[in-house]
């Protein structure tokens, strides 16, 4: 006998129906009630996060402000050191370019009239004076207006009274007819100068200009330091409107004589003012200075003299 089948479905089509439909309509409550869900905690939470969200965003517009900002100082700063690099690059090739041009200045031969025999003198050289404008330590000069250029290196410490005694000197027999001025000069590290008057010109010899001269003179002692840029104090007392210059130092220059015997030579060629060169201290003991003192003298229209303690 045949057996008949069963349905074995565990639900049957009504069911499904019947969950469908609860879930629709649980859906549709979540959906009418949604609005009211924020109004569940404090009254003023809502506003909290408005409020809190607000300054993230502000934050965050500033965050981005201030990246732009870093972004385009940073590109800047990136031109700016490049610029600089290739400044430094250039001053470097500046620099080596003069270095080179000094070396080749240094081994010009210069036609350098041999010095005299040196006789240590015992008292200052003299003379013949009549007729003169003035006397420098006793060698006359018709130059009526002059520039006093004083070594005011370390070494000079040595012989700071007797500098200022000889500078004394000269201004002693000066009047109202001539015009004077007066350079100190020294590197320490860089070449610098002291001027009286202050500014680039000449004073007339008056009493009032004498005497403050003399307070001026008295005190550079106190400045004597560093190394000997002569050719730079030589180059700033050609520039004076005067007919002479008073050279006063006690040792060799920073460059080479022959270097500075070339470079100030030429630039005197036409306006050819007279440069006396006074060898301050113990100068006989120095044979270097001496011979380039006196070459500077000779072909400048000068003369030199030895002034020793």
Same mark, same amino acid.
Request: proline share 6%; glycine share 4%.
């Given at each position: 006998? &045949?057996?008949? %089948?069963?349905?074995?479905?565990?639900?049957?089509? =009504? *069911?499904?129906?019947?969950?469908?439909? @609860?879930?629709?309509?649980?859906?549709?409550?979540?959906?009418?009630?949604?609005?009211?869900?924020?109004?569940?905690?404090?009254?003023?939470?809502?506003? &909290?996060?408005? %409020?809190?969200?607000?300054?993230?965003?502000?934050? =965050? *517009?500033?965050?981005?402000?201030?990246? @732009?900002?870093q972004d385009i100082l940073q590109r800047e700063l990136d031109r700016l050191s490049g610029a600089n690099r290739d400044t430094e690059n250039y001053i470097s090739l500046l620099r080596k370019e003069m270095s080179d041009i000094r070396q080749q200045m240094a081994q010009i031969p210069v036609e350098i009239p041999s010095p005299t025999e040196l006789i240590t003198p015992p008292t200052l050289p003299t003379a013949v004076t009549d007729g003169v404008e003035f006397s420098i330590l006793g060698l006359a000069s018709q130059a009526k207006s002059f520039v006093i250029v004083i070594d005011m290196s370390g070494s000079m410490l040595n012989y700071e009274s007797l500098m200022v005694k000889s500078v004394l000197e000269i201004l002693k027999p000066l009047d109202e007819s001539k015009q004077f001025a007066i350079i100190g000069y020294q590197g320490n590290p860089e070449p610098q100068i002291w001027r009286f008057p202050s500014q680039n010109r000449l004073l007339p010899a008056t009493t009032e200009n004498l005497d403050e001269a003399r307070l001026f003179t008295q005190t550079l002692g106190r400045r004597f330091e560093g190394?000997?840029?002569?050719?730079?104090?030589?180059?700033?007392?050609?520039?004076?409107?005067?007919?002479?210059?008073?050279?006063?130092?006690?040792?060799?220059?920073?460059?080479?004589p022959g270097y500075i015997l070339q470079k100030i030579t030429g630039l005197?060629?036409?306006?050819?003012?007279?440069?006396?060169?006074?060898?301050?201290?113990?100068?006989?003991?120095?044979?270097?200075?001496?011979m380039f003192l006196q070459s500077l003298a000779r072909l400048n229209y000068g003369d030199f003299v030895g002034v020793s303690p």
């Open positions: 006998m &045949k057996i008949p %089948e069963r349905d074995t479905a565990v639900f049957s089509t =009504s *069911a499904i129906d019947l969950f469908a439909s @609860a879930l629709g309509a649980f859906i549709l409550l979540v959906m009418l009630l949604f609005p009211y869900y924020r109004n569940t905690g404090p009254r003023d939470a809502f506003s &909290k996060t408005q %409020e809190i969200m607000e300054v993230r965003r502000q934050a =965050s *517009a500033q965050t981005e402000q201030k990246m @732009a900002e190394s000997t840029p002569t050719d730079f104090a030589l180059q700033a007392a050609l520039e004076y409107p005067a007919s002479a210059i008073i050279l006063m130092s006690d040792g060799a220059p920073n460059n080479p005197n060629q036409i306006r050819r003012t007279e440069i006396h060169t006074v060898a301050i201290g113990e100068y006989t003991h120095d044979r270097n200075l001496v």
